[in-house]
């Protein structure tokens, strides 16, 4: 009987530690609105910095595929989700300026 008492008691502490929550950041990455690219069009660079460590994006320039027109104001700082760009989604650049690679905005607001 004391087995199957301790057996219970431990399922339960168990499966209430683990379903504790991480504290999961609303936005992945800040980033800084640094101009429009002359290369590719009216996608804008911006210096990204992770926040969170889990991604494989490091930190650095990168052209901001879908970042909205009223976020893409020279030196505005902010808050984005992002990944890099499946093929169909990436824009045409010609090669006059030096090339960076490109990330793919999900979602981005200002930073406060």
């Not at 901001?64 to 992002?82: H, T, V, W």
Request: charged residues 20%; aromatic residues 12%; glycine residues 8%.
């Amino acid at each position: 009987m004391k087995n199957i008492i301790f057996g219970f008691l431990f399922a339960i502490g168990f499966t209430s530690t683990a379903c504790e929550k991480e504290d999961i950041p609303e936005h992945q990455f800040e980033a800084t609105v640094l101009y429009q690219g002359m290369d590719c069009g009216g996608t804008y660079l911006i210096s990204l910095n992770n926040l969170s460590g889990d991604s494989t994006l490091v930190n650095g320039v990168y052209y901001a595929e879908n970042l909205s027109s009223d976020l893409r104001i020279d030196g505005l700082e902010i808050y984005l989700n992002c990944r890099y760009p499946k093929e169909n989604e990436l824009s045409l650049c010609t090669t006059f300026g030096p090339g960076y690679p490109h990330i793919f905005v999900i979602n981005a607001k200002i930073a406060e």
